[in-house]
C-alpha cells in the first residue's frame, strides 16, 4: 500500500456543513481534504434540499401570480401554460450552477477533494472507495482532525416504504415528471408544506395527513393558525389527528387507509409523498466500529461542547447532531467546530437560529413562542403588527399575515419574533442580530426604519409593545 496522505483535518461530506467548515479550515492555516460520495458535491440543501425547492417555489408562485393575480395589477395575460419540464431543467441549472460554485470554492481554497465513500478505519485514518465504472478503488487518508459532516436522509413510515415512483420522499417530489391530480402528503412539517404548495399551485389536489392537531407543530400558536387558514383558503386540504393506517399501490395511484378519532376512510391519490422526517445519515461510516456513541431512538451523535464525538479528534457537526436539521445551523457549527480545533473560541448560539417555512405567504421566527415563554412562566409582553397596515405590503396586494414581538415584562429584552406574511425570511435577520445583542422592543421601535418597506411592520409591532404606536388600533 502506498504512503498515506497527512492532514491536518479531513471533512467527510460537502454539504454547508462541510465545505464551510473546510475553507474556514484552511483559512486557520491548515491543509484540508474533503471527501464526497456524490458526483455533485454540496450535500442535501444544494443538490435535493433547500435549493431544489426554493427554485420550484419561486416558479410555482409565478406561476401561480400569473394566472390568478397579474390582472389585479392591469396585466392581462390571454392564456398561462406550464411547461413543467422547462421548470425543472431551470431548478437543475440553479443546482448546477451553485454546485459548481461549491467545487470552485473549494479549489480556490487549496483543497483537495476526494471522490469516494468514506469509512472510519481507526482514530486518524479514513478510507475511501471510489467507483470508477466496473472497478473498484481504495486509498487512506490520515488526518490529524476529522470532521463528520454526511447530512441526514428521509424517514419512511414501517409498512409504507418508498418505492420512488409512487410512495415517494422529498427528493422524487423534487422532480415529477408531470403534475399528480391528487397528491397525498403524510406529515405536515415545513418539507410537507412547502412542496404541498409546490403541487398545488401547478394544479394538485394536496392533501395533508398530520397525526397531531395541528400543523407545523413548532411554531408560534397564533403564527401556526393563521398559516393553517392561508394555506386553505390556497386550496390545500388537511386531514390533523390523522394517521396513515396502511398504503397500497395500485395500477394508477395509491390507496390510504385513514384512522381519524377511531373512524376510518380510503383514499386514493396519485402520488403519495411520507414528508414525516429526516434522519442522520451515518451508515458505513463504520461508527460502531470505533466506538463512537450515538442517541439510540435518534441515531444521533453524541458530541460535547466542542462538536467532538466520544472518540478524540473525530467531530459532528448539522443533521448529524441533536437540534434542529437547518443548513444555516450545519454552516454555523461547522465554523464553531473548526475554530475550536485551532484553540480558538468556537460558539453556536443555539437562542438565536431563525426557522422558516418557504409558503407563500412565508413564515419565520427566532427565539421562545409564546407557548414556550409560557411554560417557562416568563413574564412578558406582545406587540403585533397587520401587514395590511403597511405601504409597502398594499402596493403588492399582499396583506395577509402580521409581525409578532415577545418581549420581557420587566428588562422589555426581546425573547422572540415570529413573521408570517411577504418576505418574512429576509426579515427576521434583523430579529436575530437585535436578540444576539440582548436589544429590548425600544431599541427596534425607535430604530429607524424605510418606508415604505415590510420591515416597518416589524417596528410597529415594537412600538406596539408599550402601546405607542401610531398606526396600531
Given at each position: 500500500?502506498?504512503?498515506?496522505?497527512?492532514?491536518?483535518?479531513?471533512?467527510?461530506?460537502?454539504?454547508?456543513?462541510?465545505?464551510?467548515?473546510?475553507?474556514?479550515?484552511?483559512?486557520?492555516?491548515?491543509?484540508?481534504?474533503?471527501?464526497?460520495?456524490?458526483?455533485r458535491l454540496g450535500g442535501v440543501c444544494l443538490n435535493v434540499g433547500c435549493i431544489p425547492s426554493k427554485a420550484l417555489l419561486d416558479s410555482s408562485e409565478?406561476?401561480?401570480?400569473?394566472?390568478?393575480?397579474?390582472?389585479?395589477?392591469?396585466?392581462?395575460i390571454a392564456d398561462v401554460k406550464l411547461n413543467?419540464?422547462?421548470?425543472?431543467?431551470?431548478?437543475?441549472?440553479v443546482v448546477n450552477d451553485l454546485t459548481d460554485q461549491v467545487r470552485t470554492?473549494?479549489?480556490?481554497?487549496?483543497?483537495?477533494?476526494?471522490?469516494?465513500?468514506?469509512?472510519?478505519?481507526?482514530?486518524?485514518?479514513?478510507?475511501?472507495t471510489a467507483n470508477s465504472g466496473k472497478k473498484t478503488?481504495?486509498?487512506?487518508?490520515?488526518?490529524?482532525?476529522?470532521?463528520?459532516?454526511?447530512?441526514?436522509k428521509p424517514i419512511s413510515v414501517p409498512g409504507i416504504e418508498f418505492d420512488g415512483d409512487r410512495i415517494v420522499s422529498s427528493t422524487e417530489a423534487l422532480s415529477f415528471k408531470s403534475v399528480p391530480k391528487k397528491l397525498g402528503i403524510v406529515g405536515g412539517g415545513y418539507i410537507g408544506l412547502e412542496l404541498g404548495s409546490v403541487w398545488s399551485r401547478l394544479g394538485s389536489e394536496v392533501s395533508v395527513i398530520e397525526m397531531l392537531?395541528?400543523?407545523?407543530?413548532?411554531?408560534?400558536?397564533?403564527?401556526?393558525?393563521?398559516?393553517?387558514?392561508?394555506?386553505?383558503?390556497?386550496?390545500?386540504?388537511?386531514?390533523?389527528?390523522?394517521?396513515?393506517?396502511?398504503?397500497?399501490?395500485t395500477k394508477s395511484g395509491v390507496?390510504?387507509?385513514?384512522?381519524?378519532?377511531?373512524?376510518?376512510?380510503?383514499?386514493?391519490f396519485d402520488r403519495l409523498l411520507v414528508a414525516i422526517g429526516r434522519r442522520p445519515l451515518t451508515e458505513g461510516l463504520g461508527l460502531e466500529k470505533l466506538g463512537i456513541r450515538t442517541d439510540e431512538k435518534t441515531g444521533h451523535i453524541e458530541v460535547d461542547e466542542n462538536y467532538q464525538t466520544s472518540v478524540g479528534g473525530i467531530f459532528a457537526i448539522g443533521d448529524l447532531i441533536a437540534g434542529p436539521m437547518l443548513a444555516h445551523k450545519a454552516s454555523a457549527e461547522g465554523v464553531a467546530a473548526v475554530e475550536t480545533m485551532a484553540g480558538l473560541p468556537g460558539e453556536v448560539n443555539y437562542d438565536v437560529i431563525p426557522a422558516?417555512?418557504?409558503t407563500w405567504p412565508e413564515v419565520a421566527s427566532v427565539g421562545l413562542t409564546e407557548e414556550q415563554v409560557k411554560e417557562r412562566g416568563i413574564e412578558y409582553n406582545i406587540g403585533t403588527y397587520p401587514f395590511s397596515g403597511t405601504g409597502r405590503a398594499r402596493c403588492m396586494g399582499e396583506k395577509d399575515g402580521f409581525v409578532k414581538l415577545i418581549s420581557q415584562a420587566k428588562t422589555d429584552r426581546v425573547l422572540g419574533v415570529h413573521i408570517i406574511g411577504p418576505r418574512a425570511s429576509d426579515m427576521i435577520a434583523e430579529s436575530g442580530i437585535a436578540m444576539e445583542f440582548s436589544a429590548s422592543s425600544e431599541d427596534i421601535a425607535r430604530t429607524i426604519h424605510g418606508h415604505p418597506t415590510f420591515a416597518e411592520a416589524l417596528q410597529e409591532a415594537a412600538t406596539n409593545i408599550r402601546k405607542v404606536s401610531i398606526y396600531a388600533s
Open positions: 500500500m502506498s504512503e498515506r496522505e497527512k492532514f491536518d483535518l479531513i471533512v467527510i461530506g460537502t454539504g454547508p456543513g462541510g465545505y464551510v467548515a473546510a475553507v474556514r479550515a484552511t483559512q486557520l492555516g491548515m491543509k484540508v481534504a474533503c471527501i464526497e460520495k456524490e458526483k409565478y406561476y401561480h401570480l400569473a394566472k390568478s393575480h397579474f390582472t389585479d395589477h392591469g396585466i392581462e413543467l419540464s422547462k421548470m425543472m431543467k431551470r431548478k437543475e441549472e470554492l473549494l479549489k480556490g481554497n487549496n483543497i483537495t477533494i476526494v471522490e469516494g465513500s468514506a469509512e472510519l478505519l481507526e482514530r486518524g485514518v479514513v478510507k475511501v478503488t481504495g486509498t487512506e487518508l490520515e488526518g490529524k482532525n476529522i470532521l463528520l459532516a454526511t447530512g441526514s392537531p395541528k400543523i407545523a407543530a413548532n411554531l408560534d400558536g397564533q403564527v401556526n393558525r393563521a398559516l393553517e387558514r392561508v394555506l386553505k383558503s390556497q386550496g390545500m386540504n388537511f386531514k390533523l389527528n390523522t394517521k396513515v393506517a396502511s398504503a397500497k399501490k390507496k390510504v387507509e385513514l384512522e381519524t378519532g377511531g373512524k376510518k376512510e380510503s383514499k386514493t422558516i417555512v418557504y
